[in-house]
């Protein structure tokens, strides 16, 4: 039979887990499958692990990972996904706003043959200028700068094959950039309209901060993905672009000199030449710098700098 991991972050969400373990357990128990739900604790203040005790002691489906303290939903996440031992994982919000009522949903997309699916809250009730205008934008920066366009990568509510998420390190708040990054490997992703609904109880964590760490994450993403293992390929082009640029400075200095009598000290592109000398110059170092990390990174975990599908009469 296969198994379905449930993996749901939780920090401060104690009126809302009665009601969450027995609307996964009422969608769940139709579907047939074996299963296993891992409440993650980040670190909550306000009796949420006790209520996860009381739950988990009467039913040995439900399993218990609690932090020392707040580290975040991202670590969350990844302390779950660890210690899933399904073939298929999905994460949801423990807030009651992802509706587990849509996990068979994503599990006959899953079945299409895609290796992640991606709940798209299309009517999501969350504040409109805080939240729901800044991610609209956000999803579509990531999607033309990633190449993987989805519609929401801030759901928490996906499905993932498990071999689609051994390859994937998650630091910081990256858990909603996991499409693009597996992407990069190779899965294959679509994505499904889910059920969004308000928060009844507790507070949201989040505001319009967030929207400007994910432009940095993005930034990272996106280096990670198409330059991980040629960083020289960034560096160096930037470098050699600013040395370009201080020859034609230069030139135009010794030119101006020459032809019209022009001082060398009443133009600032000596001085332009050579800051974008240096600058050039410094490109280039951080680039091979950078070769020798992506050398260590790789070498020292006996890392492959490609991924292997399957392999035939080994
Ligand atoms: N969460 C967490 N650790 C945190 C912040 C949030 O585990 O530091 C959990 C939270 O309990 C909830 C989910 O992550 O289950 C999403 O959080 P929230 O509902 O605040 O985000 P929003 O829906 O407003 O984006
Ligand atoms: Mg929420």
């Not at 990256?174 to 507790?202: C, D, S, Y």
């Not at 040395?243 to 019209?260: D, M």
Request: proline share 4%; with cysteine; net charge positive.
């Amino acid at each position: 039979m296969i198994k379905l991991s449930i993996v749901t972050p939780i920090y401060n969400e104690v009126e809302n887990l009665p009601g969450l373990f027995r609307e996964i357990k009422s969608s769940l128990s139709a579907l047939g499958w074996d299963y296993e739900i891992i409440a993650v604790n980040d670190g909550s203040v306000d009796g949420s692990l006790n209520v996860l005790k009381e739950l988990a002691a009467v039913d040995s489906h439900i399993k218990i990972i609690s932090f020392s303290r707040n580290f975040g939903q991202t670590a969350a996440l990844s302390a779950g996904f660890t210690h899933a031992t399904g073939e298929v994982i999905i994460p949801l919000d423990a807030d009651l706003q992802n509706d587990p009522r849509d996990i068979p949903l994503l599990l006959s997309k899953l079945a299409e043959g895609y290796d992640i699916v991606s709940g798209w809250r299309k009517n999501r009730h969350d504040k409109l200028i805080s939240r729901k205008i800044p991610s609209r934008l956000a999803n579509s920066l990531i999607g033309k700068i990633t190449g993987v366009k989805l519609h929401d990568y801030g759901c928490t509510m996906k499905a993932y094959r498990k071999e689609s998420l051994d390859s994937v390190r998650l630091y910081g708040e990256m858990h909603r950039f996991i499409p693009a990054l597996a992407a990069w490997h190779g899965a294959k992703i679509t994505e499904v309209v889910t059920n969004h609904r308000p928060r009844q109880f507790g507070q949201t964590k989040y505001g319009i901060r967030r929207t400007f760490k994910v432009v940095l994450d993005l930034l990272t993403v996106k280096f990670l993905t198409n330059y991980s293992t040629r960083p020289m390929h960034f560096f160096g082009k930037a470098g050699l672009y600013a040395l370009s640029a201080a020859v034609i400075s230069g030139l135009l200095a010794l030119y101006l000199r020459l032809f019209h009598h022009v001082s060398l000290i009443i133009t600032p592109l000596p001085l332009l030449t050579v800051f974008l000398m240096l600058v050039g110059l410094q490109f280039i170092l951080m680039g091979l710098i950078a070769e020798m990390l992506t050398r260590v990174y790789y070498e020292t975990q006996n890392k492959p700098t490609y991924f292997i599908k399957e392999k035939i009469n080994f």
